[in-house]
């Protein structure tokens, strides 16, 4: 695996830009194309507008030396031309004449009418622009989901072995949107730009191709900064990807597991493990952050040296060479300035680009991936017959996940049809391997499996799997009605072969019990049954398929004596004329079977009936006797315990097994049982457990009530509080601030320096005129260098800020979760698939309220500042007509990000109720692969992506409109503001300099808030993220794991008593499970709790864990309410052996050290705990033959699970 993995980092981390969009239909295309010219012309739109811009230039220009001139008494205008009042033509120092006769006011009005033109032309094609980029987007991303979702879900076993089930979700989740971010609207701007770098360059060169050429000379220097920057990004991204998925991964298994998480006190030590992937992708996060800051700063500065380098020789072009005009000098340096910058504002895009391509890296391999076994594959024959013999020719295996350890080596085994055939032998001997080998999970590599005489790889997979029923150690349950449960055995299965099957696995009468019957919902994961119940309703829905095959692991593993004994009728009689193969540790649930086949090393060693194996004395009888020798373990310690008569047969003695008691959350539940064969002598007080069979009940109502009041729309966040979890890193936030004021004054002094420039073509005395322009050119490139250094310093700053922002809240976030009271994890909303999607999108989008979205803000508002200075201390009367337009842009920003706030709304709720589908779906994949349901829970998925679609298509034209009117202000504020500065400079003598000068600086602070603007979804959305974090960290957990509160004490002695406790589930409130509990428990004493399925015992485990408070009575430790004490400590006092174990992906060592989280265990007591489990052994034969030998698919043990767990 480690050699993959280094191979595929030294392939191509990102896919082709184009690649992008290699989903998109020819209508998208179309679609796209018609945004493409829309976006291209837009571009031009600009462009054009200096065409204009260059013929005002030349009129203010001609009427500002005209004034000059006409100023001198003796001077007068004939013919347009000035001359003395003897009739002499008036000549300038160059020897070209002047001349007069310019009606300012009316020449205005002409280009005022030019404005309003390409200002309503730009707000059509700025919408569509939008409009349709964002759509075609919406349509290829909701492709994109299902196309991924469905080939994971197609993928062999194998797959998943290697690929973290929280993993996946997260790229589902993060990834999936940062490819929508790459191929939406940042398309369009990105054309924009494009669009108005080329066409700004056309105008200058038909301006004045010699200037143009000198600035196109450094203009590679700007595309080499872009190229390198992109590649920086993307690689960069691609590693923070990676890291951001391995924390997801990690979130997932504790969510899923959070019971034994509390139980064992692990939540420290959980956060800090989240934390250390999140320390890695922060790192990968502020690298990026601190090269684009490098590549903006290098971009500006060059910008900045261009202006320098143009103006210094435009000017030679415009006073000494006269191959310009003043308008024309304008008109070239307006072009090339609008192209330069518009190619420098790009970048945005290109780290758009490169984000999206290198997330679509992981998720196009995935696409593109063909499985080794495909589940929707049609090919392969059905037989037409089946009569159930099956063999294993010298089959040999290996899992994909750990291909040094031999599993299967040349086994050789027939099953014959209509047979029972049990498969025993210690654990890891490779009895669950065969079955998976004959559902199709895997293939082997060397041999094969047949199925009356035909290579089942030679049959369609899914007829394959259909003839088979599979009833699991680990029962899974999907959330839906029981009904719906055992129906998904079989489609178009009726109602009344459902109660049959039901009837047959012992499930009819306790479904018959609860309230809702059939319909009753058993929750996520049938957390909301307790194991029995969950085992019978999976027998009924094996039972429902008639299969031709059946596989039975443990069947009965999870059920009381009385169930067992009735399933296992009920199972004995399934099996006639069925092929039939067993697997049971327990060992007389398998005596009576046709064949017993002893497994050892991957080999089937022996064959043979129940007592021929006896008397062999081999594989069989040593199991036989070691589970003997476990029965009277206890028998040393007569002091504590009674005798006990047990029936035995044929030396067989059954083992009790006690249920799991009802788990109601939606997470993996875990099960807490204590086998033994004896009791106390001494039990004080009575027992008294009043309950029928543990009944789930669906109140709807409530739940309504409660969905209802979880799904109201969330109030945005107050920036004020974001801003206060990002206060540890002000420094960094003040530096950030000073470079982007830095960066926000720029432009206001370009329109200072700007407006002078314009000024000197009206003076007259050439050395003072080239004086002046020398000198502004040299603050022009004073102003490069300074922007170098405030564009780095404002990147890196706020990258720091907001990477640590980010880590923090996702911590945060992740510590939240983990203390709450288990009830909390029993809503549907707070489901494993939920929150880890919560966690993977709210604290990156908080960025868009803080972080660089925090510069953006600074730079804004600095530009808009200072430019209201510079222009109202100029010419007030302008600056009012000019700042009139200025709230028509902010409007529609308010619009948009209120609009934008309700769409987010929309989607994150949406996009939940597809992450816990998708959850669900991938956490049980062995189940809906052995029931053939992968196309269910891929249309259950695909319908979950209707309402974000909806609401994408939606927000499209609501963008667009808002974004059509934000450009269309701009261009009608040029019409009025210059027809207006028109009028003062005829009527009021205003200085033309100084109309361009005001124009300039509030335009170009329109600018800013309309760029400020377009962050507004990014801003919507961060306050909705933030909301909802918010609503998770105020809240306070029922049951506090605070180590501060409640009491501990030194002399724990262990003596237990439950009196008078009654108890309801939170969310079944009107269903009773114990009623009056009354049982105490000495120390050194042993308690077994028996009884029916669902009666409640493990209920009481719960209560003694405080995962739940009794709602009356008391849990007395050492003669102390439970509610008083310290939960850490409790709990530390507590070992756990679960029925359903839990291993976490870390090495055997830290999963033995899990025990106790309080101390550094050392490793001396991890093997001493090893031996006493009777793990070590197989401990030392792994390859590694060590404790640090990592378990990522711990599906493949068996028995070692469970020891593990026992360590």
């Given amino acids: 695996k480690n050699g993959s993995d280094k191979t595929k980092k030294e392939k191509a981390l990102t896919v082709g830009f184009f690649q992008l969009f290699r989903f998109a239909t020819w209508k998208e295309v179309l679609i796209m194309v018609v945004g493409s010219v829309c976006s291209l012309v837009h571009g031009a739109a600009s462009p054009l507008m200096l065409l204009v811009y260059g013929m005002m230039t030349n009129t203010f220009v001609d009427y500002e030396l005209e004034v000059h001139e006409l100023a001198n008494p003796n001077k007068t205008c004939i013919n347009n031309t000035i001359t003395w009042l003897d009739g002499t033509v008036v000549e300038r120092p160059d020897n070209s004449t002047t001349y007069c ?177 999140l320390v890695v992708a922060q790192a990968w996060g502020i690298k990026k952050g601190a090269i684009i800051g490098v590549f903006q700063g290098y971009l500006w500065c060059i910008i900045f040296l261009c202006y320098a380098l143009a103006f210094w020789y435009g000017s030679k072009l415009v006073i000494e060479t006269k191959e310009l005009t003043p308008g024309g000098l304008v008109q070239v340096f307006f072009g090339v300035l609008m192209g330069a910058m518009n190619l420098g504002q790009a970048s945005p895009c290109l780290e758009a680009f490169a984000s999206g391509r290198a997330a679509a890296k992981s998720i196009f391999d995935t696409i593109d991936r063909e499985p080794e076994i495909d589940c929707f594959s049609e090919e392969g024959h059905a037989l037409d017959k089946v009569k159930g013999d099956i063999e294993f020719h010298s089959v040999h295996f290996n899992y994909p996940s750990r291909p040094e350890v031999k599993i299967l080596d040349d086994l050789n085994v027939v099953v014959r049809a209509g047979e029972t055939t049990a498969f025993v032998g210690p654990s890891g001997s490779g009895k669950s391997t065969t079955i998976q080998l004959i559902q199709r999970f895997y293939d082997p590599k060397e041999g094969m499996v047949t199925l009356d005489g035909h290579d089942i790889r030679s049959l369609n997979i899914q007829w394959l799997r259909s003839l088979i029923g599979v009833v699991e150690q680990e029962p899974v349950l999907f959330a839906t009605t029981i009904a719906e449960n055992i129906r998904f055995g079989r489609p178009g299965v009726t109602m009344e072969e459902i109660i049959e099957a039901a009837k047959q696995a012992n499930a009819y009468n306790f479904i018959m019990d609860l309230p809702q019957k059939f319909d009753t919902l058993v929750g996520e994961g049938g957390g909301q049954m307790s194991g029995g119940q969950k085992q019978r309703i999976a027998i009924a829905r094996a039972l429902v398929r008639n299969p031709r095959i059946l596989l039975l692991d443990m069947a009965t593993s999870a059920l009381d004596n009385e169930s067992e004994t009735v399933v296992q009728e009920a199972l004995d009689k399934a099996r006639q004329g069925r092929t039939t193969i067993s697997i049971a540790h327990r060992l007389s649930t398998i005596r009576n079977a046709n064949v017993i086949m002893g497994f050892e090393h991957g080999r089937a060693v022996e064959r043979g009936k129940h007592s021929q194996l006896l008397d062999r004395k081999g594989v069989y009888f040593t199991l036989v006797t070691l589970q003997n020798q476990g029965k009277d373990t206890d028998s040393d310690k007569p002091e504590y315990t009674a005798e006990m008569t047990i029936a035995e047969e044929e030396g067989l003695e059954k083992v009790r097994s006690f249920s799991r008691g009802s788990y109601e959350s939606d997470l993996r539940q875990r099960s807490y049982s204590q086998m033994t064969n004896s009791i106390p002598d001494a039990i004080s007080g009575k027992f008294k457990i009043h309950s029928d069979h543990l009944e789930v009940e669906e109140v709807e109502a409530n739940n309504k009530k409660s969905k209802g009041k979880d799904e109201d729309v969330t109030e945005p966040a107050p920036v004020a509080r974001i801003l206060k979890y990002n206060r540890p890193e002000w420094p960094y936030m003040l530096l950030g601030s000073l470079g982007a004021a830095i960066n926000g004054s720029v432009n206001p002094i370009y329109a200072l320096l700007f407006s002078e420039i314009l000024g ?432 990522f698919m711990t599906d493949h043990l068996d028995l070692q699970i469970s020891s593990l767990n026992m360590a």
């Avoid at 020449?107 to 200002?119: C, D, L, N, P």
């Avoid at 094609?125 to 492709?143: D, E, G, T």
């Avoid at 700007?222 to 990004?233: C, K, N, P």
């Avoid at 992506?945 to 059509?964: E, M, N, R």
């Fill in 101 to 277: 006769g310019v009606d300012i006011e009316a020449e205005m009005t002409k280009f005022a009418f030019y404005y309003v033109g390409i200002g309503v032309g730009v707000l059509i094609l700025s919408y569509f622009q939008i409009a349709l980029w964002v759509s075609a987007a919406a349509r290829q991303i909701q492709r994109i989901r299902k196309m991924y979702f469905r080939k994971i879900m197609c993928m062999e076993i194998g797959w998943f072995d290697c690929n973290s089930v929280g993993e996946l979700n997260t790229r589902i989740s993060d990834d999936i949107n940062k490819i929508n971010n790459a191929i939406a609207d940042q398309v369009s701007t990105f054309i924009e730009r494009i669009s108005t770098f080329i066409f700004g360059f056309m105008v200058g060169f038909i301006g004045g191709w010699k200037l143009t050429l000198v600035v196109i000379a450094v203009s590679p220097l700007i595309g080499l900064a872009a190229g390198l920057m992109a590649m920086a990004v993307a690689r960069l991204t691609g590693r923070e990807l990676t890291a951001y998925a391995k924390a997801g991964a990690v979130a997932d298994e504790v969510l899923s597991s959070i019971r034994t998480v509390a139980a064992f006190g692990g939540e420290h030590k959980e956060t800090e493990r989240y934390d250390r992937n």
């Fill in 760 to 1191: 000197t073509f009206s003076i007259q005395d050439l050395d003072e005129q080239r004086r002046q322009i020398n000198g502004i050119c040299i603050l022009f490139v004073s102003i490069g260098v300074l922007s170098f250094f405030s564009q780095f310093l404002q990147g890196y700053s706020f990258a720091k800020s907001g990477e640590l922002l980010t880590r923090r809240l996702r911590k945060v976030g992740f510590q939240a979760m983990l203390k709450q009271e288990i009830s909390w994890f029993d809503n549907p909303i707070n489901s494993p698939g939920a929150l880890t999607t919560r966690l993977a999108t709210d604290a990156s989008m908080v960025q868009g309220a803080t972080g660089s979205q925090i510069g953006m803000i600074v730079n804004s508002l600095t530009n808009i500042g200072a430019s209201f200075i510079i222009a109202y201390y100029f010419s007030w009367k302008l600056s009012l007509v000019v700042t009139c337009f200025l709230p028509l842009i902010g409007l529609s920003g308010v619009f948009q990000a209120k609009m934008l706030t309700g769409f987010a709304n929309e989607d994150k709720n949406a996009l939940e109720a597809a992450g816990q589908v998708s959850s669900e779906a991938l956490s049980n994949i062995r189940t809906i692969a052995g029931l053939a349901k992968e196309k269910h829970f891929v249309s259950q998925y695909e319908e979950q992506l209707q309402t974000p679609y909806k609401g994408a298509k939606k927000k499209a034209h609501v963008y667009g409109i808002c974004f059509a009117f934000a450009q269309c202000v701009i261009f009608m504020a040029f019409a009025a503001s210059f027809r207006y500065g028109g009028y003062l400079v005829s009527n009021e003598g205003l200085p033309y300099m100084m109309v361009f000068r005001v124009i300039s600086a509030l335009v170009t602070s329109a600018t800013a808030l309309g760029r400020a603007s377009s962050f507004t979804p990014d801003y919507a959305k961060a306050k909705i993220a933030a909301a909802q974090l918010f609503k998770m960290l105020d809240r306070v957990p029922k049951i506090s794991i605070s180590k501060t509160e409640g009491q501990s004490w030194d002399d724990f002695k262990g003596q237990i008593e439950f009196k008078g406790c009654r108890f309801t589930y939170p969310s079944r409130p009107d269903i009773q499970v114990l009623r009056g509990l009354e049982v105490s428990v000495h120390p050194g004493q042993t308690l077994a709790f028996v009884g029916s399925s669902g009666c409640g015992k493990s209920t009481s485990v719960q209560l003694l864990e405080r995962f739940y408070d009794p709602n009356e009575g008391q849990v007395l430790i050492d003669g102390r309410p439970s509610a008083s004490i310290s939960v850490p400590f409790l709990r530390s006092q507590i070992g756990i052996v679960s029925q359903e174990p839990v291993l976490f992906d870390c090495s055997i060592a830290e999963n033995i050290q899990y025990g106790d989280n309080s101390r550094t265990v050392s490793m001396e007591e991890i093997i001493e705990a090893a031996k006493k489990a009777y793990l070590h052994d197989f401990v030392m034969t792994l390859p590694d033959v060590s404790y640090a030998f990592l378990l």
